[in-house]
């Protein structure tokens, strides 16, 4: 299946410099799919890099219960070291500093960018194919994908 | 026909949830393993029984001591969330569609106008809200059938010597169904929506930086090949 370019509206000029002539060759040489995965990819670094902090929070809250020690199989600590999104922030900071917010961000990063890869291109050309299974949509003339 | 499309991107949806849910489940074990340790620091009660050094430690040590099973648990639960993306993308759709004529992926590049993002952060923010207020409710009970298999441990194993006393016979929740009528009687409808604000401003502002990434990465290629294309023609 080939789509190539096919999201693309016709324009007129649009004023780039001549400096990027090379990448725009480039840029016009990659297949659709190929497009919809690093710009998936970006999008998931960005938005690990934006999460990251409350992604820590919210692990901590939900796990901490899991690590107390036992006496007698009952939970002996009843003090919990984490209580509210503000409380965890500050505990966190002071506990680790600015890495303990961005705990996790490696394996963060290298979820989110396959994640949105993945998820991008295959949306897309799943889409395409439905829309052809499901019913011909008298594909538009300037913006079909 | 647009009923058609919707169910298109539906099936869409679900399908790339679920190709991405089985390339990066290993990924999401070992980033929630690494999250929840923490420093040398921490007190006692809060660390973990592991430690790993770097996620690349983490991958290896996973694999030797734990096998390759250990990459893949929780997937179900995960599987589950594919109802999230089978209503957060069809709405985004349907969103982005209403506010600039244009589907996901798409754009206009002569459209110079700041309303475009504009739309954009609405209707991923729209489509973001709709899709965790119908979904969260299953988290809940998720939620409660996890902690209430460890309670039930707990209690017949330490009752009787408990101060607290012998609770009530059997598990609180049998099957889900009657587990959603007993938490409708008992707290109310709010109750499948405890911790949701929290979840909230997490995966809001998520979706809208990944959402507005994209769209703006594609517009910028777009424009790329347009030029390529001008100076083809030229």
């Known amino acids: 299946m080939s789509y190539e370019n096919s999201q693309r509206l016709p324009t007129g000029q649009n004023g780039l410099p001549r400096s990027v002539s090379k990448l725009a060759a480039f840029a016009a040489s990659m297949p659709e799919a190929s497009v919809n995965s690093a710009c998936g990819a970006l999008a998931g670094a960005a938005s690990g890099i934006v999460t990251c902090p409350l992604d820590v929070i919210k692990t901590k809250l939900q796990a901490q219960g899991g690590f107390r020690p036992r006496v007698n199989g009952s939970n002996v600590a009843r003090t919990r070291t984490y209580t509210g999104l503000i409380a965890t922030a500050q505990t966190i900071w002071r506990q680790d500093g600015l890495r303990g917010m961005y705990r996790g961000l490696g394996p963060m990063l290298v979820g989110y960018l396959p994640t949105w890869a993945v998820y991008m291109s295959v949306y897309s050309g799943a889409r395409e194919y439905y829309y052809d299974r499901l019913g011909q949509f008298g594909h538009k003339q300037v913006s079909t994908q | ?234």
């Not at chain 2, 969330?81 to 069809?90: D, S």
């Open chain 2, 1 to 234: 026909m647009e009923d058609n499309k919707f169910l298109a991107q539906v099936y869409a949806s679900v399908t790339a949830g679920a190709c991405s849910t089985i390339v990066t489940n290993p990924i999401w074990v070992v980033k929630t393993r690494l999250m929840s340790q923490v420093g040398a620091t921490a007190s006692k009660d809060s660390r973990t029984p592991w430690h790993y050094k770097s996620t690349i430690d983490a991958f290896r040590t996973m694999y030797r001591t734990e096998g390759l099973g250990s990459f893949y648990s929780g997937l179900a639960p995960a599987l589950l969330g594919l109802t999230h993306v089978a209503i957060q993308f069809p709405l985004y759709e349907y969103f982005k569609l209403r506010f600039t004529g244009l589907e996901m992926g798409q754009n206009d590049p002569s459209n110079q106008s700041t309303s475009h993002w504009l739309s954009i952060l609405a209707a991923t923010f729209l489509s973001k809200i709709c899709a965790t207020t119908a979904t969260y409710p299953h988290e809940v009970l998720r939620t409660r059938l996890q902690i209430q298999l460890r309670q039930r441990k707990i209690d017949y194993k330490i009752a009787k010597s408990s101060p607290l006393g012998v609770p009530p016979e059997g598990p609180r929740y049998r099957g889900v169904v009657t587990m959603a009528r007993t938490i409708l009687q008992e707290e109310g409808w709010r109750a499948f929506y405890y911790g949701m604000g929290t979840n909230l401003i997490r995966a809001v502002p998520a979706a809208m930086t990944t959402m507005l990434t994209f769209e703006a990465l594609k517009r910028a290629v777009h424009r790329l090949q347009d030029e390529a294309h001008d100076q083809e023609n030229a």
